[in-house]
């Protein structure tokens, strides 16, 4: 696939995504594609050749524009709208190649997605994405509906899986009308199919796609296809989607709980007795603001855990609960969404019907699973490498990130959450799970972590939920406690009482084989994280102290800093210890270790005890690992620039092309490591303990839930290769 060149010489791949129909699910496959090319591409960029309107702004481009990988402005990624296609088509078109030249130009790689349709397909608006998408030079990546509509909802299941011979058929219709317009097919994607027969349906497609008649040399090639099964998730809407539906406000319940997806309705037009029969897991329930009763029993069921767990509540009508009920809902403290409406109960029911669900704006759920969907069933290497877009030398920090990930679900290990009750840590466990990036295990007590999930709409069924009291494993881990303390006199009593704290049972789990790591500190300081690993698991044989380093992500390279948050201020022993350790850590994260032993002195220039510590650390590595390029004592400058380098220590294999950056005590690397990342924009990952026999890795408690991920991603690859 060739493409036209940006403004720094690159040669821009693009790739055109259309349906024949509405309701494909584009949005999705959409962002599974951008995900892929943000693995391999620094720049990757959206593009809407038609938006629906400029008075309201298109949440499919506002979603994949928050992409980490996009850096674009909104309006500059628009071509023209409906109306201006019906206007005059010609005009728009030459409009729509101009807008998009000028983002192509910032871009190494641009995903298009075609327009929308209305619930019937429209083969005139295929007609005119094949033809902007050849206008564009872009090749087109069909998305095809697996499933017909019967009615104007597909909330309540109102529509029907196509077989495999139908898909074929719209395969074909669709594929006649790109060609028609010479547009280039490259590849084709069945979406919301049957999943019992995703072979048949990629068969039959496949047999459309290799009997229609190649457009030039060019069509040559084998034309991938795909199918991706259907999931109720990904066009249920979510709890805030149906309080936009009704005009509705949030009167009681946990704002978090609005992005849990609705996955029926129950209209409780009768008596309490005759509701709760009715109630349906995830279901919203309709109630008229004067039947208090039911309200308030619909609350208690959702509370008792003998009912559905509920995803929410509608009062309509527009009446005022009385003072009595409020202060009793409030008693009840229920974070179950309670919105109230004005529309009738039938008006109501209606517009929450048909309300569809709209993907990442409103459900991290909705987002993992879409692209946890698109990496199981395409082949994103596959899809990458057609497209021509090959792995640059640079590596930004998103890249970093997602080897991150395929590095630990290539080999998955298990790790330890401890803090189950904080929402972070289960949303981000959510994402761990969906994205297959470890299996975990969460400790709370499981009816209130697994119903804390529930609530927020996110999944963690695949992990194990343990309760840090379970007799059994309390007596377990007493007793190896106690036998592991001995020396300090601690008995089996005071060593029961110590386990049931949670970072002391999650530190056991690994050290006992339970688990393969542990990830911690989201609610708790790091010495409450960190010591009983101090106690149970110990260092690494040859390393004589527990250190940290950051992996710092830059614009173009990862460094490794050391150490920014453990040892206040290391000897020269220890110094050297933080040195060989964090050199290891580099390579064990595909960083090739070029370790600069930092000062405020280069080589021989400079004197004084500071200045020798780290020169007999230097001496140290060397002597410890002589296979190590290492230099000290060498200042950052002469370390990171190559021109400062051939000035201060001309000749150095170290100077002006560090990757590992040892400082000389806390105060300096805690310091370094923040400037450097609020200055330079870096992205700071870690602290990233070293040094231990089995890693334990601690949060800041401000993480947000992609530290979260990112960090068990960094444990998962650390156990790969821990010592047992």
């Known amino acids: 696939m060739s493409g036209a060149r940006n403004r720094l010489g690159r040669v821009t791949q693009s790739i055109y995504i259309t349906s024949a129909e509405g309701h494909s699910g584009k949005s999705s496959v959409a962002l599974g594609v951008l995900d892929a090319l943000s693995r391999v591409t620094p720049r990757a960029g959206v593009f809407r050749p038609i938006a629906r309107s400029t008075a309201e702004r298109d949440y499919v481009l506002e979603m994949l524009l928050d992409h980490d990988s996009v850096d674009l402005e ?8 409906y109306d201006d296609v019906r206007d005059d088509a010609d005009a728009a078109l030459a ?16 995903v298009i997605i075609g327009s929308d349709y209305t619930d019937v397909g429209s083969p005139a608006e295929l007609a005119y994405n094949a033809r902007i998408a050849a206008n564009l030079g872009a090749p087109v990546l069909l998305v095809l509906g697996g499933r017909a509509q019967q009615g104007h909802s597909e909330t309540l299941g109102l529509s029907v899986a196509r077989t495999p011979q139908e898909v074929g058929q719209i395969a074909s219709l669709a594929i006649s009308e790109l060609q028609h317009e010479r547009a280039a097919l490259f590849a ?44 109720r998730f990904l066009i249920a809407p979510s709890v805030r989607g149906v309080l936009r539906s009704v005009e509705g406000e949030l009167i009681k319940g946990d704002p978090a709980l609005l992005t849990r997806e609705v996955l029926g309705v129950v209209v409780a037009g009768m008596s309490m007795v005759n509701v709760l029969p009715r109630l349906k897991e995830s279901a919203v329930v309709v109630i008229p603001a004067d039947r208090t009763e039911v309200l308030l029993a619909a609350l208690l069921a959702n509370a008792s855990g003998t009912f559905p767990s509920l995803a929410g509540i ?88 997602y080897g991150l990930v395929d590095r630990a679900r290539a080999d998955k290990r ?92 999650g530190t056991l789990m690994v050290h006992l084989g339970l688990a393969d790591g542990m990830v911690s500190g989201a609610a708790h300081t790091t010495a409450h994280t960190i010591r009983p690993a101090f106690e149970i698991i110990k260092t690494a044989p040859g390393v004589s102290v527990v250190s940290s380093v950051f992996l710092m992500a830059l614009a173009d390279r990862v460094l490794v800093y050391g150490d920014c948050a453990v040892i206040p201020d290391p000897t020269s022993e220890q110094l050297a210890d933080i040195a060989v350790s ?46 190590l390029l290492v230099e000290g004592p060498i200042q950052y400058d002469a370390a990171a620039d190559a021109a400062v380098a051939r000035a201060k220590m001309p000749g150095s294999e170290v100077a002006g092309r560090a990757t590992v950056f040892v400082f000389p005590d ?54 790969q290769g821990s010592v047992e």
């Open 95 to 110: 409009r729509i190649v101009e807008r998009y030249k000028a983002v192509e130009a910032q871009c190494d790689a641009v």
């Open 188 to 231: 084709v994607i069945a979406n919301r199919a049957d999943a019992d027969h995703l072979d048949e349906i990629v068969a039959s497609v496949r047999q459309v796609v290799d009997a229609a008649p190649a457009a030039g040399p060019a069509e040559s090639r084998t034309v991938p296809v795909w199918a991706l099964p259907e999931d």
């Open 314 to 401: 509608v009062l309509n009508g527009g009446f005022e609960l009385p003072d009595s009920i409020v202060r009793l809902i409030d008693g009840l403290g229920s974070p179950l969404p309670i919105i109230a409406t004005d529309l009738g109960t039938y008006d109501t029911a209606v517009r929450i019907m048909n309300t569809r669900g709209r993907l990442a704006a409103d459900s991290q759920h909705r987002y993992d699973t879409a692209l946890a969907l698109f990496e199981r069933h395409v082949d994103t290497e596959l899809l990458t490498r057609e497209l021509g877009v090959a792995r640059p030398s640079v590596v930004t920090p998103l890249m970093f990130e």
């Open 666 to 719: 806390l105060n300096t690397g805690n310091n370094t490591y923040k400037a450097v990342q609020r200055s330079a924009g870096a992205v700071a990952i870690g602290p990233v303990l070293q040094g231990l026999n089995k890693p334990i890795n601690d949060l800041s408690r401000g993480a947000l839930v992609d530290d979260i991920v990112n960090t068990i991603a960094i444990t998962a690859i650390q156990a």
């Open 414 to 505: 298990r790790i330890v959450l401890p803090e189950g009750t904080d929402d972070r840590v289960l949303r981000a466990a959510a994402t761990v799970l969906s994205r297959g990036i470890a299996d975990l295990t969460i400790l709370g007590e499981p009816i209130e972590v697994r119903g804390r999930a529930i609530e927020l709409g996110i999944d963690i069924r695949d992990a194990e939920v343990l309760s840090p009291f379970d007799a059994v494993h309390v007596d377990k881990f007493a007793t190896e406690y106690a036998r592991l303390r001995a020396h300090k006199g601690v008995t089996y009593a005071q060593a029961a009482d110590t386990v049931t704290d949670v970072s002391y049972f």
């Open 74 to 81: 909104y309006d500059d990624c628009v071509g023209v709208t």
């Open 582 to 627: 964090s050199a290891a850590t580099a390579e064990q994260f595909g960083i090739a270790p070029r370790v600069a032993m930092l000062s405020y002195s280069t080589g021989e220039s400079g004197t004084g005890a500071d200045v020798e510590k780290v020169r007999a650390a230097t001496a140290l590595v060397r002597e410890r690992a002589p296979e």
